[in-house]
Each structure stands twice: as structure tokens, then as C-alpha cells.
């Protein structure tokens, strides 16, 4: 059974930064895409980044790329998400993913296994 703990979420304001830890149950992240998502009240939940499983290839949507960074750690089957310079349209409930069948998978649907969520809000 594969489980994911997210944390790290907060309340903070335009323009500061956040960081998000994704906990895996053990091997988790060696052997599994684990990637972040997001959800915002009345929208899709969206990929907002993935990485390979080396660790060396990321993507990002445009809407997030230049701000957040995302980044594994094997050895300690963590995946983090750096978030810089929020915007108030950053705000959501943003959950790590995992069991894509490949590492740049945007549909939701395809991943099995989720996180609880934790809540990022940004005031302007």
C-alpha cells in the first residue's frame, strides 16, 4: 500500500514563499512518479509539477514555471515543491500523487494513489 502524508501548507502572503514535503511510505519514491497537483474551489485539480525519478527532468505549467521547483529525495522518499513569489491565484488545497504511468501525466485520473492534501492560501 502506497501512502502519501503532504505538509507544509499555510497561509502567507503575496509574494512570499512556501515549501511542500510529500512523506512516501517506504520505497515509494524510488520506485514511483511522484508528482504535485493542485485544486482550487469549483476547478480541475492540475498538475502543477512533475519530476522524473532521478530526479534530473522536471515540467511545470506555465502558470507556476519560473516560481515553484520541485525536487526528490530517494534516500528519504520525500518530494518536495519550493513555491516562490505566491500569487493569490496560487491559493488551493495541493496534493502529491502518485502511480502515473509515466512522469508528465496531466489527467488526474490516471494516478492511483493521493495524499490528504494540505491548504495553501495566499492574501493579496
Known amino acids: 500500500q502506497v501512502q502519501l502524508v503532504e505538509s507544509g501548507g499555510g497561509v502567507v502572503q503575496a509574494g512570499d514563499s512556501l515549501r511542500l514535503s510529500c512523506r512516501a511510505s517506504?520505497?515509494?519514491?524510488?520506485?514511483?512518479?511522484v508528482n504535485w497537483f493542485r485544486q482550487a474551489p469549483g476547478k480541475e485539480r492540475e498538475l502543477v509539477a512533475a519530476?522524473?525519478?532521478?530526479?534530473?527532468?522536471?515540467y511545470y505549467p506555465d502558470s507556476v514555471k519560473g516560481r515553484f521547483t520541485i525536487s526528490r529525495d530517494n534516500a528519504k522518499n520525500m518530494v518536495h515543491l519550493q513555491m516562490t513569489s505566491l500569487k493569490p491565484e496560487d491559493t488551493a488545497v495541493y496534493y502529491c500523487?502518485?502511480?502515473?504511468?509515466?512522469?508528465?501525466?496531466?489527467?488526474?485520473?490516471?494516478?492511483?494513489?493521493w495524499g490528504q492534501g494540505t491548504q495553501v492560501t495566499v492574501s493579496s
Open positions: 519530476i522524473s525519478l532521478d530526479g534530473r527532468n522536471a
Open positions: 517506504a520505497r515509494t519514491a524510488s520506485e514511483y512518479v
Open positions: 500523487a502518485a502511480g502515473s504511468p509515466t512522469v508528465k501525466v496531466v489527467n488526474a485520473a490516471e494516478y492511483t494513489y
